[in-house]
Structures are given as structure tokens and as C-alpha cells.
T-cell receptor, first 114, second 112 residues
Framework: DSGVTQTPKHLITATGQRVTLRCSPR?????VYWYQQSLDQGLQFLIQYYNGEERAKGNILERFSAQQFPDLHSELNLSSLELGDSALYFC?????????????FGPGTRLTVT | DAKTTQPNSMESNEEEPVHLPCNHSTISGTDYIHWYRQLPSQGPEYVIH???SNVNNRMASLAIAEDRKSSTLILHRATLRDAAVYYC?????????????FGKGTTLSVSS
């Protein structure tokens, strides 16, 4: 158990819908990362937050957005869903934002868009 | 970004040592070498990282070539639980973001 929790574990929804994925980082971790894992693209970085502020963006679509709240939990919002958005979404956290700090990954949310 | 090259797959027997290679010929002086692994149906987990010197921890050892253009992750005694995808990732000390950039990794199979 990494200490990172993600809810829900599974999510099935239809095209065009909007969903919210939630992540609670390890206690004390200030940095949160979101990653997407699909069969064709592999593991891809989406976005990073540090202590409530966006720190870096990766291959995140404009239909996707995220935020980190004062209690440090984070939410990833996916809207106008397409079939290709079906994937595993992982949240990871680290104590700080430097590369010396290992990232702890949650168990993921499996999103299926039908 | 400097890239890494890993074999697609490797096989091992239980209780034998495993050497997982990674080539990174364009590595820069500020790139750290990180290894993560992903067990089936789980999120990735940190294994080890280093800059120039060989590193050991409870999970594995990391051997870094003198010219730093390659490295090897060593699992001293493979167990069935070590069957996973192993990712070798370069992380620049001065990169703007600190996200992990995953390649395809090496799928390690362990037989009993």
C-alpha cells in the first residue's frame, strides 16, 4: 500500500459525459501528479500540482482539467468524453517537487467510455 | 529529453540474479537514472536511482557505467513477485517539471 488513495476504482460512462477522478496523496506530500495509461500510448504524464499550484503540464487535453485543494487532495476532471479516453488514470504524490523525491502511485482509476 | 533503450522482454528463473540493461547514450551530466517498476494491475513503484556511483537498496542494485551511457538494474535473487514491467527513466536535475517520462520498459517474466 503506497498510501495514495484514488476513487473510484472503476468508472463506466458514455461518450460526451463528464467525470471526476479523486486522489488523496500520502500524508505530508505536497506534490501530486496525474498520469494516463492506455494500451497504445503507454504511461503518459498529464499534469502536476504542488501545494495547490499547477507546476507542470504534459500531454493533457483541453477537455481535461485538474486542481489541488487546500487539504492537498486533487481532482482530475474529464469532459466531453470520447472512446479514446478509456484508460487507467494514476495519481502519484511526492514529498516535494524535486527529482530526488520518489513518487508514490495510487492503485489507479479504470475509466471505460462506451 | 535524453532517451533510454531497454529490451522489450526478459526471462528469469526464481532465485537467480537478473540483470536488466538500459542504454542512454545521450545522457547529460545532470541526468539522474531512475528505475520504476509496475507489477500487474498496480501503479508503478520506485525501485532505485543514481547519478554516477553504483547504488544499493533493499530492493535492488544499480550499476552505472563509467561513461554513464548505460546502466544495469540488478535483482539479486528474483522472486515470482518481481515479475513486472521495469522502466529506466532519466530525470534532469534542472528540468522545469519533475514528472516521470515513461518509455515502454522491459517486461520481466520469472518462472518457478
Amino acid at each position: 500500500d503506497s498510501g495514495v488513495t484514488q476513487t473510484p476504482k472503476h468508472l463506466i460512462t458514455a461518450t460526451g459525459q463528464r467525470v471526476t477522478l479523486r486522489c488523496s496523496p500520502r500524508s505530508g506530500d505536497l506534490s501530486v501528479y496525474w498520469y494516463q495509461q492506455s494500451l497504445d500510448q503507454g504511461l503518459q504524464f498529464l499534469i502536476q500540482y504542488y501545494n495547490g499550484e499547477e507546476r507542470a503540464k504534459g500531454n493533457i487535453l483541453e477537455r481535461f482539467s485538474a486542481q489541488q485543494f487546500p487539504d492537498l487532495h486533487s481532482e482530475l476532471n474529464l469532459s466531453s468524453l470520447e472512446l479514446g479516453d478509456s484508460a487507467l488514470y494514476f495519481c502519484a504524490s511526492s514529498v516535494d517537487w524535486g527529482i530526488s523525491y520518489e513518487q508514490y502511485f495510487g492503485p489507479g482509476t479504470r475509466l471505460t467510455v462506451t | 529529453d535524453a532517451k533510454t533503450t531497454q529490451p522489450n522482454s526478459m526471462e528469469s528463473n526464481e532465485e537467480e540474479p537478473v540483470h536488466l540493461p538500459c542504454n542512454h547514450s545521450t545522457i547529460s551530466g545532470t541526468d539522474y537514472i531512475h528505475w520504476y517498476r509496475q507489477l500487474p494491475s498496480q501503479g508503478p513503484e520506485y525501485v532505485i536511482h543514481g547519478l554516477t556511483s553504483n547504488v544499493n537498496n533493499r530492493m535492488a542494485s544499480l550499476a552505472i557505467a563509467e561513461d554513464r551511457k548505460s546502466s544495469t538494474l540488478i535483482l539479486h535473487r528474483a522472486t515470482l513477485r518481481d515479475a513486472a514491467v521495469y522502466y529506466c527513466i532519466l530525470r534532469d536535475l534542472y528540468q522545469a517539471g519533475t514528472a516521470l517520462i515513461f518509455g515502454k520498459g522491459t517486461t520481466l517474466s520469472v518462472s518457478s
